[in-house]
């Protein structure tokens, strides 16, 4: 069987791992350049850890990542509650903080290792679906018969657009920004930390490697709607970004499937982003 999977973000190489693992080998295209050095999520869930077990890519995410042991609350700069975030099975019940792009560099190195290689560079232009086959007509000219195609290139999907599939739903207003930062005393190394103001404003502290930090807010600036102080000794990324909750009408079409967040997406809080797909 010839499956392509469009999109080599997270959900897209575990279901090139999946299949892989399953003795079908995929191909596999991205339009970006190169393995992105940007990390948009934060934390894996052991639901994801037990998922990749199968395939050795969890052995990797628990060696390089942070295991979170405690979510501590703050009310302004007054800490009010602190939880236990072990299910207590086993050394894979902690959410692990790991940034984006090493959790695809680990997924990645698993598919190189079968002989999968991702095409980056390659774009998606149009499909054409037949009664036995389905045809990807690229950016570069080509047209390649497939079996089936697996969309996961993110809420601006070419391949939802190309099956003229709805994605209903609606955009928050408010404006919510995140800052990667360095911070070698910050007093919360491995737990998750809530700040809460009278206001509404929130603002979170996630640990994503030894003194790296990602910091978010419902506000336009996360440094500074963190009401604990919090020393930056670098300030490796910032930005500002809207949530969008939409869902696909369908989640395939024919020989097409939808997954990730071309078929999904939600607020990101509580990794429902990256973990669900």
Not at 14 to 25: D, Y
Not at 121 to 139: F, H, P, R, V
Not at 185 to 191: F, K, N, P, S
């Amino acid at each position: 069987m010839r499956v392509l999977i469009v999109g080599a973000g997270p959900t897209g190489l575990t279901a090139a791992v999946e299949l892989a693992r399953q003795g079908l080998i995929p191909t596999i295209i991205d339009q970006r350049s190169n393995l992105s050095s940007l990390s948009r999520a934060v934390g894996i869930l052991p639901k994801t850890i037990q998922i990749l077990k199968k395939s050795g890519v969890s052995g990797t995410l628990l060696s390089k990542g942070i295991q979170i042991k405690k979510f501590w609350i703050y009310d302004q700069d007054r800490k009010t509650a602190s939880i236990s975030l072990n299910s207590g099975k086993n050394e894979s019940g902690y959410l692990i903080g790991l940034p984006q792009d090493r959790t695809e560099a680990a997924l990645r190195d698993n598919l190189l290792n079968v002989g999968v290689k991702v095409k980056y560079g390659t774009k998606l232009e149009n499909l054409y679906q037949e009664s036995d086959k389905i045809i990807a007509s690229l950016e570069s000219g080509a047209e390649i018969p497939f079996d089936l195609i697996i969309g996961a290139d993110g809420i601006k999907s070419k391949t939802r657009e190309c099956i003229g599939v709805e994605f209903c739903g609606f955009d928050l207003q408010e404006t919510w920004s995140i800052a990667d930062i360095i911070s070698l005393t910050w007093q919360h190394a491995t737990d998750f930390t809530l700040c809460t103001s009278h206001d509404g404003t929130v603002a979170v502290v996630i640990p994503l490697e030894k003194n790296r930090y990602r910091v978010i807010s419902n506000t336009e600036n996360a440094i500074e709607a963190l009401a604990i102080p919090i020393e930056v000794h670098e300030l490796l990324d910032e930005g500002q970004f809207q949530i969008s909750i939409r869902q696909a009408r369908n989640y395939c079409q024919g020989r097409v499937y939808l997954a990730g967040d071309a078929a999904h997406c939600q607020s990101p809080v509580g990794g429902r982003g990256m973990n669900l797909g």
